[in-house]
């Protein structure tokens, strides 16, 4: 069985970072094709953070999956562009100090060893997949062709990850992350198109806020969509999408940074179409706000898959456990 | 992830001045807050016009000592501090940040002491919320050193010759709501001082809050085994071995014997 894990293209996906993520309009950094902005890293330490339970339920990743995401950077040197950790230690990077080279972390000797050989992509805008099975071997494709590979058991290496860190590779200038996608199946052809709220649903009258309060294009968690009791939801409206030639829509996904107080005890993440709606479980939102994401396969009046038409007439949203 | 300092601006001081303006530190615009210290050695109530900025509270310690406490959200302007009369006095600026939450600039708990003599201290003040930070700031009128208290981080403790004068931040996080700070008594300047403790919070949620959302279409190229163009035809082999016309004739050679009569004459 197929399991997609987690796809995000803003900050709606990540974790609240401790300095300035915010995202970007600038066409260019992102394949307009698909997405119409990326989440912005600037150099330094900062990253945009995905971890906790994936779409299919799981929170640690131990057999193969593949990694793709578009990057668009104008250098490789500094640090690394994309950082996988298991239970906080290091396990698994894309070191970017000169190219790209693909390294794991021995836990015996606590340094990180080449694993396969480097490459130079060229800068700009770049689509990576990196086929990773932990504790076996990789293989990192560019642009659609194999760039480097190892089937070299790593020694000492991580048995799993469960956090993935989207840096800055570039000690001068920001890197731009867009359609970021983890799945356990062949996602080198798949393709993420997001879209944020621009407009207030069918299910409008409960709680505070507006869809302009959960819509912006930067880092401000100081205004929300609040649902003060068990029950309250809220939907909103998206623009339509034309689904590219050669792709075919295999479910929708709704990122919802979070966060619970008062009586409310947890929150839901919702998905109407016509008159009907299909609300998630619970998702175990805490008191600080962390991103909480869900996978709908069908849609909710059909209850086969989203055909385009049904999918550009359902809302999104939340409600109160 | 938790409630943390964040840093300083660089500390204010004078010799002689009516009105202050100490820096601004670098905030990370996620929400975070500022505390101002201000203090000055009279009596003067101390004002400030910049927009944004709430006093807490100011104290006078003996008659030629005053400190005030100020708040703000991180993006308020660096502020400017006025009082009559112009004496020693100085002021500085923490910054106060939360990675998963914005913070509350109304402030709940918060307890002020005064003296004149060592060891400096304050009462426990109780906290109103889950993972608020416990700080204590000391403002002292003498420029000696103020000893770190059991359990908490000093974050800055530092002086000038100019005014004077000696001002600590310190902090430590509280746990669940209700949880207390614990009494402060620490070696300081024998000198008019002022400390607080006070509770910096999280702004409550009323409920389930979610300040992002995006939905997003998961596209897949199909999966199943898909052609562009398909034509059948017949792949034709030749079969047994056919015939479409036979004959059948007698080879007739012409008899080379002398002895066949058949023949008129043979020459050799």
Known sequence: MANQYFALNSLAGCFRSSSAVVET???????????????????????????????????????LFYLRFDANCSAFNSSAMVFMLNGGAN???????SGIQVQYWNSGTSAWVNWGSAFSPPTGLNTFVLK???NVGF??????TLRASSAVVPTNGAAAVDEFRFQCGNNSSNYYYSQIMCADYDIRDSHYMPELANGEGTYNTDGTGAYTDINEAVLNDSNAVSLTASGQHRSFTKASITVPVGQQ????????????????????????????????????????????????????TSGSPFTQTNYNSAEFGIQAA | ??????????????????????????????????????????????????????????KNSGASFTASLWIAAEGAAAPTFTWTGSVACGA?????????????TSIAAIGGTTGSANPHTSSSITSTRDGSLAVYVDAAAANTAI???????????????????????GSKLFGASGSTSGAISITGAAAAWVQWQLEIRRTAAPGFQVSKEEMGAWLDAPRALSFSKVEVGAWLDAGALQFSKIEVGAWLDASGSVDNPGFCSIIW
């Open chain 1, 91 to 97: 396990a698994y990077r894309l070191l970017t100090t």
């Open chain 2, 92 to 104: 500085q600026l923490s910054y106060y940040e939360d990675p998963q939450n914005p913070l509350d």
């Open chain 2, 147 to 169: 000893a770190t208290p059991a359990g908490w981080t000093e974050n800055l403790d530092n002086g000038s010759a100019t005014d004077a004068t000696r001002n600590a931040f």
């Open chain 1, 132 to 134: 990773l099975t932990p």
């Open chain 1, 249 to 300: 829509i295999t479910g929708m996904v709704v990122n919802a940074r979070g966060r619970i107080g008062g009586t409310v005890t947890d929150g839901k993440i919702l998905c109407k179409q016509g008159a009907n709606d299909t609300v998630s479980a619970g998702k175990s939102y805490n008191t600080g706000y962390e991103p909480r994401w869900h996978f709908f396969a069908t849609d909710p």
């Open chain 2, 1 to 58: 992830v938790a409630l943390v300092f964040g840093g300083v601006g660089t500390r204010a001081q004078s010799a002689g001045a009516a009105t202050i303006a100490p820096a601004k530190p670098a905030v990370d615009s996620i929400g975070g807050v500022l505390l101002a210290v201000v203090w000055s050695k009279n009596n003067a109530v101390h004002s400030c016009s910049t927009a944004d900025w709430a006093n807490l509270d100011q």
């Open chain 1, 25 to 63: 309009t600038t066409a260019g950094r992102f394949d307009s094709a698909y997405a119409s902005n990326a989440i912005l890293v600037p150099t330094g330490s900062d990253f945009a953070q995905v971890k906790g339970t994936f779409l299919d339920g799981s929170t640690s990743l131990s057999a």
């Open chain 1, 139 to 144: 293989e990192l494709y560019q642009a659609g």
